[in-house]
């Protein structure tokens, strides 16, 4: 029965973003990088989608926060006014992804920012598709596939990024999808079925922390990944960690604490220490680059030895051995 729903709802998806397709509902993507080794099991290409409902003090990819409607108006490629003229058309909000998102940034106040030095780029399912298959020998070789990253990509359009991982899925290629996860639950539940494993972010469990480094309330965030977890899904938490913010043994300790209390088993823990590599797409953009500090690897050391005490498979970067 949860099958044919899951079945049902996906050509649902499916058929609505082709009745759409024709209005160019694509989102921009501003990176496609390959043989990444960070972004999940085995080689990898991560796809990265703009728009992100966040506002990380320590982002690493701000070219990336625009939203595909902001590009939109910028380039004139598309209609934002005639989306909503076809209001009627609409799936509803919850599959509806960006429009949905840009609600939240506007909230935020901060749109984000064209970066002149970037290739900003929307692609067609198909073409998308055909691009991330033709590495698939590596995937095979490795235990790699595509990594669906940004950016958020489940605030895109939901229909879009579902009919892509179909045709992922039909040539053979394994999926998984990097979150943020403040997107409504639906979005989730869209992609359940098609998606291998989820690298899912938490960035710290104190709210109010949580609200003054990334702009929002982490609830939605933690009662997705409970729902996730319950809905049986394969997740890789990945924890960034800033010194003097996120990395005291008291900040692990409070999120193994609600693991367990959730009853959430991440097949992995990913140790994400900070980089400053982002400093000159900060400059580029007119914005001051933020001043944050990775943890010293003896503290590193220290936090992946807790979460092995704790019964977890944990390492340092993005890799996972599972
Ligand atoms: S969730 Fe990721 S992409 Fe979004 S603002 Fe934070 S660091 Fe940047």
New binding site residues.
């Given amino acids: 029965m949860a099958k044919e729903l899951k079945k049902s709802i996906n050509n649902h998806i499916v058929n609505y973003y082709h009745g759409c397709a024709s209005r160019q509902y694509e989102p921009y993507i501003f990176n496609i990088q390959r043989f990444s080794i960070h972004d999940g099991p085995g080689i990898r290409t991560t796809v990265f989608f703009c728009g992100?409902p966040?506002?990380?003090k320590?982002?690493?990819?701000?070219e990336?926060?625009i939203n595909s409607a902001g590009l939109s108006n910028l380039e004139g490629g598309r209609e934002p006014e005639n989306r909503s003229s076809q209001e009627g058309e609409r799936e509803p909000e919850s599959w509806s992804g960006q429009e949905g998102m840009c609600d939240r940034e506007s909230r935020n106040g901060q749109e984000g920012e064209r970066d002149p030095g970037t290739t900003y780029r929307a692609w067609s399912v198909g073409e998308l598709a055909d691009e991330l298959a033709k590495d698939r020998i590596f995937y095979d070789e490795s235990g790699g596939g595509a990594t669906l990253s940004?950016?958020?990509p489940l605030s895109c359009n939901m229909a879009y990024i579902s009919a892509l991982m179909e045709e992922l899925g039909r040539r053979g290629v394994s999926v998984a999808i990097d979150t943020?996860g403040d997107v409504p639950y639906a979005a989730f539940a869209g992609v359940l079925h098609l998606t291998d494993l989820f690298l899912y972010?938490i960035k710290m469990l104190d709210d109010s922390k949580h609200i003054f480094y990334?702009g929002v309330s982490n609830k939605r965030i933690l009662e997705n990944l409970s729902q996730l977890s319950r809905d049986g899904a394969a997740i890789c938490l990945r924890l960034?960690l800033l010194a003097g913010v996120n990395d005291g043994l008291d900040d692990m300790e409070r999120i193994a604490r609600w693991l367990e209390a959730k009853q959430v088993k991440p097949k992995f823990i990913s140790l994400l220490p900070y980089h400053a590599y982002a400093r000159g797409k900060y400059t580029r953009l007119g914005l001051a680059p933020p001043a944050f500090d990775a943890p010293h690897a003896e503290r590193l050391d220290e936090l992946r030895h807790f979460w092995f005490a704790s019964g977890f498979k944990a390492g340092v970067g993005g890799g996972i051995n599972m």
Avoid: I, Y
């Fill in positions: 992100c966040l506002r990380c320590w982002c690493h990819n701000p990336g926060l940004g950016g958020e943020c972010d990334t960034p």
